[in-house]
């Protein structure tokens, strides 16, 4: 602790910088007066400030350019005033204007995302605390790959720098060690840097863990530790300096543990004196006055000092009221930017070129991606299992890694959450990450990162972040799987606004869809039905198609018709359809077999957006419905589904729309009678279709 410290060092820090950072940290000081003073109308939103944090995030802030990267949390608005955001900017954000530059009053202040050409750019931020270390670290990994790939803007030697800023407290989250553990791993260009106040709202460092950051940290082999007294800008300047020195020429990692008191409160929300028993201690060592006596040990004069800090009072009161003032969103502003538009918009390319020989599924989706690998280099692949030694469990990535090399197919660590949330990190530098989660079973720890972190992205950051991300998810029961091998997740992320999700039933399918989907500027989910990769399972030779050429594309929400009713038992009102996806489009056409003519089936393709123009012409050309879905029915993407047509086509129908899925049950079990027993079947979707006709 320097507290009490009166002697003042030399440094070689220039004086126009000195001043700059006095003229910034009284602005920084000013406007959380200011909140503080107008909290009536200031917390109407939430917000933090960084009142005692100020000297270390400025001394970061000013040191950074225009070609680094920085992920600043809420408690940064210091940071911000550093890289040259205004107090004008941030406060457009506290009161959740029109024109917030970084997400149009979508969301809190200091939760900035900036894709400015000056300044350091800064990927969309939520709020989950520590969830910002898998993206940022994912952010260095691209830089890394596109500096390996040698396809890297050129930055005359002035590499880019990633930094990750996080709360003490926050360091304790799981997700932090995925991160760490791959920028020690393969030595990412990249600053964690920790400001340690020793507060997790209320609760305390000794309530909440074993070590600090910096202990913490020394597990993680290959990350440089650098201690700060955060509270001093001159020795935060310095410090910070080499560290990006380091990070700059080196490319590698390296991890700041910043000492600084908590001198606001927690947010406007949670006041300090509720339950602060130290406030006196954390004052002393306030940076402010222990900036102003070591710049007046400079050579800076009490007036000059004095003189800056009635200008930023001033300023920041102008700015403030000028803030007030400004334009509130309109409601139509909400529905901007949900979706980054896709180039993908019709089917194109040729679908069954002549030839060919049927191929397998998973080949089909093989060779996909080995054109996509081929084609451009800002790709590539990663996932457990995926690199050279097996090409994924599946052989789903065979001979890619040979082909294309260990830095463009490679295998990860078991982190779902870094194989998902690395990705948005990756897109925002112009890679385009193509990634596995092995088993839909253990998609859970990534789901995470995709809800807070990708899904968001776009919308958040008022359209300048999407996040472009291909997700493959082997999915589905095919045979004695047992209860982690087999499961169903769509109607979990179908839940999820924001993402786009395919669930292809043949290899031509796959194919179009994963072009489309790596083509596609949002992210996007793959399910790929394991019982269907080999067409092993009996009725489902059809997945075998032709390859389709290269150029083949299939767009997002776009159904396929599987089979067609005969013309005169539609007429004579004797038809019906089934509307499916997966393993459902096999089940629905060998249960169609025993009524000749009578069954019409869709295949929907993809989930999200589904093709309702398709679904509704198809329920108002037969009247009768039956929706098939692999998951227990209760609460699913499927009855949905069911409860649309209802209500769109209600005049239209001659019965309820009908539903058929699993039993409703928490797994499915390993033993093959009981599987069967639990999943559906041509002989349970017969009944159905049965039940259908003669209603
Ligand atoms: C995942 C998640 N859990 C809980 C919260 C609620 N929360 C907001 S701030 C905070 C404390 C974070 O402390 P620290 O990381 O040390 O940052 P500080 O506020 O001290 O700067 C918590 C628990 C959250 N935002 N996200
Ligand atoms: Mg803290």
Request: some cysteine.
């Amino acid at each position: 602790m320097s507290e009490g410290k009166s002697q003042v060092k030399k440094t070689n820090v220039s004086k126009d910088i000195l001043k700059k950072a006095w003229r910034l940290m009284c602005e920084a000081r000013a406007m959380s007066d200011l909140f503080e003073e107008h909290k009536q109308v200031t917390s109407k939103y939430v917000h933090a400030c960084s009142r005692g944090h100020e000297a270390v995030q400025l001394a970061l802030g000013l040191q950074l350019k225009p070609q680094d990267w920085v992920a600043p949390y809420y408690r940064d608005d210091s940071i911000l005033l550093g890289i040259g955001m205004t107090p004008y900017d941030c406060m457009l954000q506290l009161l959740a204007k029109r024109d917030d530059p970084f997400s149009g009053g979508r969301t809190y202040y200091s939760h900035p995302s900036l894709k400015d050409d000056d300044k350091p750019k800064i990927p969309h931020q939520s709020s989950a605390t520590g969830m910002q270390a898998i993206p940022t670290t994912g952010v260095a990994m691209g830089v890394q790959y596109l500096e390996k790939q040698k396809i890297a803007e050129d930055f005359n030697g002035q590499n880019p720098v990633v930094v990750c800023s996080i709360g003490d407290a926050a360091m304790t989250e799981g997700e932090v060690s995925e991160a760490l553990q791959m920028a020690a791993l393969k030595q990412f260009p990249i600053m964690y840097f920790v400001q340690d106040n020793e507060w997790d709202i209320s609760a305390n460092s000794k309530e909440t863990r074993a070590q600090n950051a910096a202990e913490f940290a020394k597990g993680f082999k290959g990350i440089e530790v650098i201690k700060i007294e955060g509270n001093d800008f001159i020795e935060s300047y310095e410090k910070l300096e080499k560290a990006i020195h380091i990070i700059r020429t080196e490319r590698r990692p390296v991890l700041i543990h910043a000492s600084v008191p908590l001198l606001g409160h927690h947010t406007s929300g949670v006041r300090k004196e509720w339950y602060r028993d130290d406030l006196e201690e954390h004052e002393k060592r306030d940076p402010l006055p222990k900036f102003r006596e070591t710049l007046l040990g400079l050579d800076l004069t009490e007036k000059e000092l004095e003189e800056i800090q009635n200008k930023a009072i001033e300023s920041v009161q102008e700015q403030y009221d000028k803030a007030t003032e400004a334009e509130d969103p309109k409601p139509e502003d909400l529905f901007d930017y949900d979706f980054a538009p896709t180039p993908v918009t019709e089917e194109k390319g040729e679908r069954e070129p002549k030839g060919k020989e049927a191929t397998v599924m998973v080949d089909s989706a093989l060779f996909a991606v080995r054109e996509i690998l081929s084609k451009h280099p800002e790709a590539l692949l990663y996932g457990q299992d995926v690199g050279g030694r097996l090409g994924g469990v599946f052989r789903e990535a065979a001979t890619l890694a040979q082909q294309f090399g260990d830095d463009r197919v490679f295998n990860t660590p078991i982190q779902e959450a870094f194989i998902i949330g690395s990705t948005v990190g990756m897109a925002a530098t112009g890679c385009k990450p193509i990634v596995e989660v092995q088993f839909a079973d253990y998609i859970w720890p990534g789901l995470n990162q995709l809800f807070t972190e990708l899904s968001r992205s776009y919308y958040l950051s008022n359209g300048k972040w999407p996040a472009s991300s291909l997700i493959r998810v082997p999915i589905g029961a095919y045979g004695s799987g047992g209860p982690y091998h087999s499961s169903s997740v769509e109607s979990v992320l179908t839940n999820i606004r924001g993402i786009k999700i395919a669930y292809p039933s043949t290899g031509a399918d796959l194919k179009g869809l994963l072009k489309a989907g790596f083509y596609d500027p949002n992210p996007v989910v793959m399910l790929e039905h394991k019982g269907l990769y080999w067409s092993k399972i009996k009725g489902t030779e059809k997945a075998k198609t032709i390859e389709p050429d290269e150029d083949y594309v299939i767009p997002f929400g776009k159904g396929r018709v599987v089979q067609e009713a005969d013309q005169n038992q539609v007429e004579k009102g004797k038809s019906m359809a089934i509307i499916t996806y997966g393993m459902g489009v096999y089940w629905s056409t060998q249960a169609a077999k025993q009524f000749d003519g009578k069954i019409e089936i869709i295949d929907l393709r993809s989930l999200v957006p589904v093709d309702e123009k398709l679904i509704y012409e198809t329920a108002k050309k037969h009247s009768k419905i039956l929706v098939v879905t692999e998951e227990p029915e209760i609460n699913t993407f499927a009855q949905a589904l069911c409860g649309l047509i209802q209500r769109n086509c209600f005049e239209h129908l001659d019965a309820p729309v009908e539903i058929i899925g699993s039993e409703n049950l928490p797994a499915i079990p390993l033993n093959s009678t009981l599987e069967a027993t639990m999943l559906p079947n041509a002989d349970k979707v017969a009944e159905k279709i049965e039940a259908l006709l003669n209603y």
